[in-house]
């Protein structure tokens, strides 16, 4: 029932409980800013953003890749091992942790994760596939990860099946060695072996490297959508 109000109404609480939630690390040594995203093509959405005061900041990229188009051969460079992501594994758990906080140390709206937040939101939480997760290991070190969802109740709507690559990273001291390369493609296998059609993923616009990456396997747009902020103050 469009018009009526309730999409404000709606948002308004969320933002009220935003600042509530946020109010601690208010005037502390960081911005607060509250952040929610919504796809280009729902321009009702950003017009409803942008009269509550929220502004655009960031622009996101969703990718798929047909999953039936054939996939190349990209061997692990030599003296590294592959490991399924197994939750069990408490110590492979957390050098995962450590290698994403590494990855993704400097990059916009990524804060590092504690162990217990670690294994809620990324390795337990609602979607998460685990056995469809690898990780790569120098030694004894994590020095790149990928992991895997499936979201069936999506499905149904956007007319396909689809694996997802939730976070994909290597750490700083291996970029350049074809780690990102092959644990994508390894990922995309376990997709096709468990009947999916296509590959799924999003990335920020101001990536290159790793649009290139995408691009580099086969992977195509198929929509845009915005980060939208509002400073807490």
Same mark, same amino acid.
């Given at each position: 029932?469009? @018009?009526?109000?309730?999409?404000?109404?709606?948002?308004?609480?969320?933002?009220?409980?935003?600042?509530?939630?946020?109010?601690? $690390?208010? @005037?502390?040594?960081?911005?607060?800013?509250?952040?929610?995203?919504?796809? $280009?093509?729902?321009?009702?959405?950003?017009?409803?953003?942008?009269?509550?005061?929220?502004?655009?900041?960031?622009?996101?990229?969703?990718?798929?890749? $047909?999953?039936?188009?054939?996939?190349?051969?990209?061997?692990?460079?030599?003296?590294?091992?592959?490991?399924?992501?197994?939750? =069990?594994?408490?110590?492979?758990?957390?050098?995962?942790?450590? =290698?994403?906080?590494?990855?993704?140390?400097?990059?916009?709206?990524?804060?590092?994760?504690?162990?217990?937040?670690?294994?809620?939101?990324?390795?337990?939480?609602?979607?998460?596939?685990?056995?469809?997760?690898?990780?790569?290991?120098?030694?004894?070190?994590?020095?790149?990860?990928?992991?895997?969802?499936?979201?069936?109740?999506?499905?149904? =709507?956007? @007319?396909?099946?689809?694996?997802?690559?939730?976070?994909?990273?290597?750490?700083?001291?291996?970029?350049?060695?074809?780690?990102?390369?092959?644990?994508?493609?390894?990922?995309?296998?376990?997709?096709?072996?468990?009947?999916?059609?296509?590959?799924?993923?999003?990335?920020?616009?101001?990536?290159?490297?790793?649009?290139?990456?995408?691009? @580099?396997?086969?992977?195509?747009?198929?929509?845009?959508?915005?980060?939208?902020?509002?400073?807490?103050?």
């Amino acid at each position: 029932m469009p @018009g009526r109000g309730v999409g404000r109404a709606l948002l308004a609480w969320q933002v009220a409980r935003g600042r509530e939630l946020v109010a601690p $690390d208010v @005037g502390g040594d960081r911005p607060v800013f509250l952040r929610t995203y919504a796809e $280009d093509h729902l321009t009702d959405r950003s017009r409803l953003l942008r009269a509550a005061g929220f502004d655009a900041r960031r622009f996101a990229v969703s990718m798929r890749r $047909d999953l039936r188009d054939p996939l190349p051969d990209v061997p692990l460079p030599d003296g590294l091992r592959a490991v399924e992501l197994d939750p =069990a594994d408490d110590v492979l758990v957390d050098g995962v942790r450590r =290698a994403h906080n590494e990855a993704f140390a400097g990059h916009w709206g990524s804060e590092p994760f504690e162990p217990d937040d670690w294994r809620r939101r990324v390795l337990v939480g609602p979607g998460r596939r685990p056995d469809l997760s690898r990780a790569v290991l120098d030694g004894e070190r994590v020095v790149a990860y990928v992991v895997s969802g499936t979201y069936p109740d999506d499905w149904a =709507a956007q @007319g396909w099946t689809e694996g997802w690559v939730d976070l994909l990273g290597v750490v700083d001291s291996h970029r350049g060695t074809g780690l990102g390369r092959h644990l994508l493609v390894a990922a995309m296998r376990t997709y096709a072996g468990e009947g999916l059609e296509y590959a799924g993923l999003g990335v920020d616009v101001e990536n290159p490297r790793a649009l290139g990456l995408y691009t @580099g396997l086969g992977f195509e747009e198929r929509g845009r959508e915005t980060s939208w902020g509002l400073d807490v103050t």
